[in-house]
């Protein structure tokens, strides 16, 4: 079975904060990937970053970034200098090559950026 | 290149009626996949439709059903509606041939209410 675990609920910033959003996850299987995608209050699901299994370098985008641990089976999120518009529910995924294109998804992290 | 469509964007419905949502995937994109999100239950997987044909489902009783169409159009049943059905139906559109790499793009969603 999969899971996705995101410990924080809800996080509220004062905006040029930096923020970081823990995401923990189980899977058996050996390749799989890692997704991770923002909820604005519109609803749609917009996605912001793929990693798959056996590339466990960080990504930096713009004020983005993400660390990879496969050790602890780990996949954060860091934004750096939050603003207003981050404001959002965050979520993280995962995919193994043995579920098809289901995506389990984590519980989701609102974060609140305040001005 | 237009995005992911899903029709209606509100509905209201009575316990025990049923009611049929609609997805238009991207151009192109062969998979469609419905997803479901409660405050409850978060994001769960209902099912992926490839070329027609299911090809992966959640657990969800037998009363939501889906289908899709020759060009890709994806809809969604859900009959005998319950209070605990009221929920946003997000769909995915993905090209569906790149296995777990692929991204899915999420439409807007339906945001069902059961009174």
């Known amino acids: 079975a999969q899971k996705v675990t995101q410990a924080q609920t809800e996080i509220s910033v004062v905006e040029k904060e930096d923020v970081t959003l823990d995401c923990v996850y189980e899977t058996r299987d050996t390749t799989y990937y890692l997704f991770w995608y923002k909820q604005p209050p519109s609803g749609e699901l917009v996605f912001l970053i793929r990693?798959?299994?056996?590339?466990?370098q960080n990504e930096i985008s713009g004020r983005y970034s993400w660390n990879f641990q496969k050790s602890t089976s780990s996949f954060n999120f860091t934004i750096t200098a939050s603003q207003v518009v981050d404001s959002a529910v965050y979520f993280c995924?995962?995919?193994?090559?043995?579920?098809?294109?289901?995506?389990?998804f984590g519980g989701g992290t609102r974060l609140m950026v305040k001005p | 290149k237009a995005g992911v469509t899903q029709t209606p964007r509100y509905l209201i419905k009575t316990r025990g009626q049923q009611v049929t949502l609609s997805c238009s995937p991207i151009?192109?994109?062969?998979?469609v996949s419905w997803y479901q999100q409660t405050p409850g239950q978060g994001l769960q997987f209902l099912f992926e439709y490839f070329s027609e044909t299911q090809r992966n489902k959640g657990n969800f009783p037998g009363r939501f059903s889906g289908r899709q169409f020759s060009n890709s159009r994806s809809e969604m049943n859900v009959s005998t509606l319950e209070l605990g059905d009221s929920a946003l139906y997000l769909c995915a559109s993905s090209e569906g041939t790149g296995g777990a790499r692929t991204e899915a793009f999420f439409g807007q969603g339906t945001r069902l209410t059961v009174v």
């Open positions: 151009s192109g994109h062969r998979s």
């Open positions: 995924a995962l995919r193994s090559v043995n579920a098809g294109n289901m995506l389990t």
């Open positions: 990693r798959n299994s056996f590339d466990e």
